[in-house]
């Protein structure tokens, strides 16, 4: 029996034991379409207690290893067509993780640009999306190739919504920096209007969070059309509680202000946000706190019901990123929420919240600003909560999101220094306020603080050695004598 042949009969009847027979009986003579093959093949093995014997049998580790030195030659033989490279890599991302995984994607990155320009969008989305889901570390070749320009802007004129969101959701799981072509290629008009009229909810949440996670900054475009009324009654109708979390919190991290159409749409049905999980629901709360909404009349029936939801929810559903939303809310309601006469968080759950510690951003730049300012004659404490009457001071061991980095308590004048993490752009060199960092500087001032902020990129300059400690001094000076922001 041929080659061919056999491949088809095993297709049908997805038997393991055959396919690796095959394969060692014959794996001299594939060519790089029956590699390609026999990997689909076996992507098709849904008992996971067969799929563990499979990534372990050393016939298919033979195969993972023949299979990428044949791809690795690839430049010289052409073994393989790009459609069956993008079948292979796809399939074994559906095997998992194995011996030689990484080498294996090591090989079909150096082919990347080759692949780019021989395959179609929805063969990327899917390579994009098997490296995500193994989150494979070599990995700035072939999205490099898809950040080029002209393929950016080819991807999203020529791919459906979902492939588009799908490459986002990759380009986002990996946090690639370099993603600026992309996801200015979709923040195109021209292309919102066309994934608005053949996308779905979910391909828009994906898209959001994409946005969000690698805090963009140039994306207005994109969440103004989420904005519209008629999307967002489309949202509504047809999105589920996870899709309208995920784009809840997405305005809300990248700090838009500007989405008011949006949660007004959200409120009008204060069951929907409800039916969502504990993540869902968090996040959901979260959003309507860290754009400064709890005060608006206008969202106190489903911020009540969300906070119903969320201390009526067993505490074991909780994760800590959830916990930490939880605490951030209760805190800005008690701040900005007083009409909302929330109920106050059950006793188990406090306890739980308290068990989970806030990121810890301490830098040290703010020990030596601390000096500096004592030197200068700024009396302060550092690490102080902004609750100075302990009114509001909630939970064990004080508020670390609220705490204040450099308090002038007689004053009430709170020094703030912002290091990378508190602006849009992964950590690296952004210099856009995220929407955390507005929400803690907005409830401070609520406070009655006056607020004083050294970001880092000012700090950087004036932050060059002992040399120059009359520069930071001076430049501490001016802003400790100027009034807040």
Known sequence: MSIVKEQIRLSKIKDPRGILALVEK????????????IFNLLKGITNPNHLERIRVDPVFIDLVKRTTE??????????????????TIVSAAKIGRMDGTDE???????????IVNHVDAQALANIATAYSKLEITNHQDFFAA?????????????????????????????????????????????????????????????????????EIVDQKAYFDSLSGKET????????????????????????????????????VDN??????????????????????????????SIIKSLWSKAISMPVED??????????????CSIVEGENLKLKEIPSDLRSKINKVRQSNTDSRSHGDISILLAEIGFEHATEVSPFVDNSADLFSGGDEFMAIDMANLEDRIAVEFDGPSHFLGLGHDGRVESGKTKMKSRMLKKLGWKVIKIP??????????????????????????????
Not at 27 to 36: K, P, S
Not at 168 to 193: C, G, M, P, W, Y
Not at 271 to 291: E, I
């Open 456 to 485: 880092w990129f000012e700090w950087k300059e004036v932050n060059r050695g002992e040399s120059w400690k009359l520069k930071k001094v001076e430049y501490l000076k001016g802003k400790t004598n100027i009034k807040a922001e």
């Open 232 to 267: 967002c009654s489309m949202l509504i109708n047809s999105g589920n509680p996870q899709n309208i979390a995920n784009i809840s919190s997405a305005f809300a991290t990248l700090g838009i202000e500007d989405s008011n159409n949006f949660f007004l749409a959200l409120s």
């Open 104 to 114: 294996l994607f090591a090989a079909i990155s150096k082919q990347s640009i080759w």
């Open 70 to 87: 044949r791809i690795a030659s690839n430049d010289n033989t052409r073994f393989f067509n790009a459609i069956d490279l993008g079948m």
């Open 318 to 331: 909780f994760i800590v990123e959830d916990l930490r939303q939880l605490r951030q809310f209760y805190t």
């Open 271 to 300: 069951t929907f946000a409800t039916k969502g999980n504990a993540q869902d629901v968090c996040n959901s709360l979260w959003s309507f706190a860290c754009l400064g909404l709890l005060e608006n009349v206008a969202y106190e």
């Open 26 to 37: 014959h794996i001299d003579d594939f060519n790089g379409r029956q590699h390609a093959t």
């Open 146 to 214: 898809i950040n080029d320009k002209d393929v950016s802007r080819w991807i999203v004129e020529n791919g459906k919504a979902q492939e588009i969101a799908n490459i986002a959701t990759a380009f986002a799981k990996l946090e690639i920096v370099d993603h600026k072509n992309f996801f200015a290629a979709i923040n195109d008009k021209k292309i919102i209007k066309y994934l608005m009229e053949n996308g779905n909810a979910q391909d828009f949440a994906n898209i959001a969070t994409a946005f969000a996670k690698l």
